[in-house]
């Protein structure tokens, strides 16, 4: 398990509306007007109010791609989402905080992706990217169980990191409810596009870390 995280800052701290819109647009890549609400916490209205004054900005378009359609963050307001959290990490004394979480993050990042790697492959003797077809319950069980454990660690995590930042707060609900899916028999919910997978909570996750901080994903290792 995770070591205790410390705080640097004595009270959690609320960001405002147009932060948490703006930003949930670049952790979840591509959304509607309800996928945003809905992650948010916000009423949908507010929520379509301040995307279309952000579309006027110039910081989100709305773009569609095979069969789907949703707002995404332009160049623009990708750099206007780096200086709101910037300036949100300062004011709110959470930097130390949040680069612990991201230090405590990395080696459960890399069994996560060890674990992803497993449910989609099971190699064989002549073929180590054999396709698990999930024939071997023993196989998937061992997958699940460290996904279990994973979660477990998470919710430490990322308790400590809503005790500073409340928007931090649901990712290990989120990824709990994945797995309680994917133990019923739902595979695609350990890994799968399209639903909030197991493995998408953890890559927007992944996301809100190293953005808070300004780190660029390519300086990270080991991302899912």
Same mark, same amino acid.
């Given at each position: 398990?995770?070591?205790?995280?410390?705080?640097?800052?004595?009270?959690? %701290?609320? =960001?405002?509306?147009?932060?948490? *819109?703006?930003?949930?647009?670049?952790?979840?890549?591509?959304?509607?007007?309800?996928?945003?609400?809905? &992650?948010?916490?916000?009423?949908?209205?507010?929520?379509?109010?301040?995307?279309?004054?952000?579309?006027a900005h110039g910081w989100v378009t709305h773009v569609g791609f095979a069969g789907t359609s949703g707002w995404?963050?332009?160049?623009?307001? &990708?750099?206007?989402?780096?200086?709101?959290?910037? !300036?949100?990490?300062?004011?709110?004394?959470?930097?130390?905080?949040?680069?612990?979480?991201? +230090?405590?993050?990395?080696?459960?990042?890399?069994?996560?992706?060890?674990?992803?790697?497993? %449910? +989609?492959?099971?190699?064989?003797?002549?073929?180590?990217?054999?396709?698990?077809?999930? =024939?071997?319950?023993?196989?998937?069980?061992?997958?699940?169980? !460290?996904?279990?454990?994973?979660?477990?660690?998470?919710?430490?995590?990322?308790?400590?990191?809503?005790?500073?930042? *409340?928007?931090?707060? #649901?990712?290990? !609900?989120?990824?709990?409810?994945?797995?309680?899916?994917?133990?019923?028999?739902?595979?695609?919910?350990?890994?799968?596009? #399209?639903?909030?997978?197991?493995?998408?909570? %953890?890559?927007?996750?992944?996301?809100?870390?190293?953005?808070?901080? #300004?780190?660029?994903?390519?300086? !990270?290792?080991?991302s899912p």
């Amino acid at each position: 398990m995770l070591g205790i995280m410390s705080h640097t800052s004595s009270a959690r %701290w609320c =960001s405002p509306p147009h932060l948490l *819109v703006l930003h949930a647009v670049r952790v979840i890549g591509m959304a509607d007007d309800i996928a945003v609400a809905r &992650r948010t916490g916000l009423d949908r209205h507010e929520v379509s109010e301040l995307l279309l004054d952000d579309e006027a900005h110039g910081w989100v378009t709305h773009v569609g791609f095979a069969g789907t359609s949703g707002w995404t963050l332009t160049e623009r307001g &990708r750099a206007e989402d780096t200086r709101r959290l910037a !300036e949100e990490l300062d004011k709110a004394g959470a930097r130390a905080t949040v680069e612990e979480a991201r +230090q405590g993050f990395e080696p459960l990042n890399a069994r996560l992706v060890r674990a992803c790697t497993d %449910w +989609q492959l099971r190699p064989e003797a002549d073929d180590r990217l054999a396709v698990n077809d999930h =024939s071997d319950p023993t196989w998937d069980a061992r997958v699940l169980d !460290e996904l279990s454990a994973l979660a477990g660690d998470l919710t430490q995590l990322v308790g400590g990191l809503a005790d500073t930042l *409340v928007r931090f707060r #649901g990712y290990d !609900e989120r990824f709990s409810a994945a797995l309680a899916r994917a133990r019923a028999g739902q595979k695609q919910w350990v890994a799968g596009v #399209g639903v909030a997978s197991c493995h998408a909570v %953890w890559m927007e996750l992944h996301e809100d870390l190293i953005s808070t901080l #300004g780190v660029a994903r390519g300086a !990270e290792s080991g991302s899912p």
